[in-house]
């Protein structure tokens, strides 16, 4: 039972560091939708995610090597961390010496390489914390980035009215501080040092890393194209929505995002302490994330109308039509990374980099093949396609390695009753809408019942076993 109860500690912690500055975004967007048109907000949406797409590159995916070689008893955390500030400053020069090109070809996007640069350090060190076991200092730093984030976007937006310039300041800073606030706590300064340099510790720490680079860009590609996509045939008013339309799942994306993060960990130690319990726990996590993940999803499409006309410009309100297929799209991708972390903890970082490059590549493709068709449907569709076909191929893959009595028809079953969810939404009486869809809800939470229960009582006995220890 100690598994469970770690894993449960975990999530607890991250649930502090990760709710907050994921959920600060959804939490804000009734300022942003008063503050900035539509026009500016998705500008501002494809530069943030810009950069999500090209972090990656900018700091050779090194922060993934920190986690997983800090874990790993046969490395020295010092050395990891050294090796990694040196790959990581190399790629922070390079992206700001391409500045003036930037601003030459777009003023917005000259901001672009100061924030990679802050984003390149903040996950470095916090992966490094992760590693070292600071997990609650992780969970502060989140907490204290949400504040700053919070409070700055009120003041450069709300007070001073700097629009898109205020936004992406408030960002930055909040960025700068959380770095320097984890530099001190974490001391690292006395942490990195030259005599631990080595090509050796370099090449290995890279040739993890380095296959996940296309990883990350093909798991974000898909998404950012979509983006781009829809700028450039629908305009920047509809992207604007999409942008808007894309935050409810975040909902669903930031608690998986809390549970991936506290899995992965658990994946890694797995694999290096297996036991005749590893494909049991494996097992029961997968059946219970799968369930709380189809049952979430379901819930969440029906309060999307309510919580969009609370939240956003009325102007805005029209983007409830893109969500529920997004959140389909949301499913999947949690199901893909929770089998993902399975290939980092064995250190086959090769596969991973296959399956998401075969299934982004298809998404890609349809998106071009129906955007005239589908509008901004065709990037949720499309999304949903590729993330379905990650899933599955992993699936086949990990899932009957470890055992697991998952099945297609099972998901198969669910993920059509989704989708008729999703057919409901647009039934104009809303009382016969609401009722389908909650008869719906109940339905999956029904088929699902027996895993739901089975993994509340593992994590209850998680709970009462971790209140005797605090005692």
Same mark, same amino acid.
């Given at each position: 039972?100690?598994?469970?109860?770690?894993?449960?500690?975990?999530?607890?912690?991250?649930?502090?560091?990760?709710?907050?500055?994921?959920?600060?975004?959804?939490?804000?967007?009734?300022?942003? *939708?008063?503050? =900035?048109?539509?026009?500016?907000? #998705?500008?501002?949406?494809?530069?943030? *995610?810009?950069?999500?797409?090209?972090?990656?590159?900018?700091?050779?995916?090194?922060?993934?090597?920190?986690?997983?070689?800090?874990?790993? &008893?046969?490395? !020295?955390?010092?050395?990891?961390?050294?090796?990694?500030?040196?790959?990581?400053?190399?790629?922070?020069?390079?992206?700001?010496?391409?500045?003036?090109?930037?601003?030459?070809?777009?003023?917005?996007?000259?901001?672009?390489?100061?924030?990679?640069?802050?984003? &390149?350090?903040?996950?470095?060190?916090?992966?490094?914390?992760?590693?070292?076991?600071?997990?609650?200092?992780?969970?502060?730093?989140?907490?204290?980035?949400?504040?700053? /984030?919070?409070?700055?976007? %009120?003041?450069?937006?709300?007070?001073?009215?700097? #629009?898109?310039?205020?936004?992406? @300041?408030?960002?930055?800073?909040? @960025?700068?501080?959380?770095?320097?606030?984890?530099?001190?706590?974490?001391?690292?300064?006395?942490?990195?040092?030259?005599?631990?340099?080595? $090509?050796?510790?370099?090449?290995?720490?890279?040739?993890?890393?380095?296959?996940?680079?296309?990883?990350?860009?093909?798991?974000? %590609?898909?998404? %950012?194209?979509?983006?781009?996509?829809? =700028?450039?045939?629908?305009? &920047?008013?509809?992207?604007?929505?999409?942008?808007?339309?894309?935050?409810?799942?975040?909902?669903? /994306?930031?608690?998986? #995002?809390?549970?991936?993060?506290? $899995?992965?960990?658990?994946?890694?130690?797995?694999? *290096?302490?297996?036991?005749?319990?590893?494909? *049991?726990?494996?097992?029961?996590?997968?059946?219970?994330?799968?369930?709380?993940?189809?049952? #979430?999803?379901?819930?969440?499409?029906?309060?999307?109308?309510?919580?969009?006309?609370?939240?956003?410009?009325?102007?805005?309100?029209?983007? $409830?039509?893109?969500?529920?297929?997004?959140?389909?799209?949301?499913?999947?991708?949690?199901?893909?990374?929770?089998?993902?972390?399975?290939?980092?903890?064995?250190?086959?970082?090769?596969?991973?980099?296959? /399956?998401?490059?075969?299934?982004?590549?298809?998404?890609? @493709?349809?998106?071009?093949?129906?955007?005239?068709?589908?509008?901004?449907?065709?990037?949720?569709?499309? /999304?949903?396609?590729?993330?379905? +076909?990650? $899933?599955?191929?992993?699936?086949? !893959?990990?899932?009957?390695?470890?055992?697991? !009595?998952?099945?297609?028809?099972?998901?198969?079953?669910?993920?059509?009753?989704?989708?008729?969810?999703?057919?409901?939404?647009?039934?104009?009486?809303?009382?016969?809408?609401?009722?389908?869809?909650?008869? +719906?809800?109940?339905?999956?939470?029904? =088929?699902?019942?027996?895993?739901?229960?089975?993994?509340?009582?593992?994590?209850? !006995?998680?709970?009462?076993?971790?209140?005797? &220890?605090?005692?």
């Amino acid at each position: 039972m100690h598994k469970y109860k770690r894993l449960l500690n975990n999530s607890l912690l991250f649930s502090v560091g990760y709710l907050g500055s994921k959920f600060i975004v959804f939490l804000m967007l009734p300022l942003y *939708t008063a503050q =900035m048109l539509p026009s500016e907000y #998705g500008i501002a949406d494809v530069i943030t *995610t810009t950069a999500v797409l090209l972090l990656p590159v900018v700091s050779l995916s090194v922060f993934d090597g920190v986690l997983r070689f800090t874990m790993d &008893s046969g490395f !020295d955390p010092l050395e990891v961390f050294s090796n990694s500030v040196r790959i990581t400053r190399v790629g922070a020069i390079a992206v700001l010496l391409s500045t003036p090109v930037i601003f030459y070809f777009s003023h917005p996007f000259a901001v672009l390489p100061l924030l990679l640069v802050l984003q &390149s350090y903040q996950t470095l060190y916090t992966q490094f914390a992760k590693g070292i076991n600071r997990i609650r200092l992780f969970a502060m730093n989140g907490v204290l980035l949400t504040a700053l /984030t919070a409070v700055l976007n %009120v003041v450069f937006l709300a007070v001073l009215k700097m #629009g898109l310039s205020g936004y992406f @300041l408030a960002l930055c800073l909040g @960025l700068a501080v959380s770095n320097l606030a984890l530099f001190f706590r974490l001391d690292l300064r006395n942490m990195y040092s030259r005599n631990q340099l080595s $090509w050796s510790y370099t090449r290995k720490i890279l040739k993890f890393s380095l296959p996940l680079i296309p990883n990350s860009i093909a798991w974000n %590609v898909s998404y %950012v194209v979509g983006k781009f996509v829809i =700028m450039i045939f629908l305009g &920047s008013y509809a992207n604007g929505m999409f942008a808007v339309a894309s935050k409810i799942p975040a909902l669903l /994306t930031t608690l998986t #995002g809390i549970f991936s993060q506290s $899995w992965e960990l658990s994946a890694i130690e797995e694999f *290096t302490h297996r036991d005749s319990e590893s494909d *049991t726990f494996f097992n029961r996590i997968y059946k219970g994330y799968i369930a709380v993940l189809f049952v #979430g999803a379901s819930f969440i499409i029906i309060f999307t109308k309510p919580l969009l006309s609370f939240l956003v410009d009325p102007r805005y309100f029209s983007a $409830w039509k893109f969500i529920p297929i997004l959140l389909i799209s949301a499913v999947f991708s949690s199901l893909s990374s929770f089998l993902g972390s399975q290939y980092i903890a064995a250190k086959q970082t090769v596969q991973i980099f296959k /399956t998401t490059v075969l299934g982004s590549s298809v998404s890609i @493709l349809l998106i071009f093949l129906l955007i005239k068709i589908l509008g901004i449907n065709a990037v949720s569709t499309s /999304t949903f396609v590729g993330f379905f +076909i990650i $899933w599955a191929i992993r699936h086949k !893959d990990i899932a009957n390695k470890m055992g697991s !009595d998952v099945t297609f028809k099972g998901i198969l079953i669910q993920l059509v009753l989704l989708f008729m969810q999703y057919r409901v939404t647009f039934i104009k009486q809303n009382i016969v809408c609401y009722f389908a869809q909650i008869g +719906i809800a109940l339905l999956l939470l029904f =088929m699902n019942r027996k895993i739901i229960i089975d993994l509340f009582v593992s994590l209850s !006995d998680a709970i009462r076993r971790r209140r005797k &220890s605090d005692n």
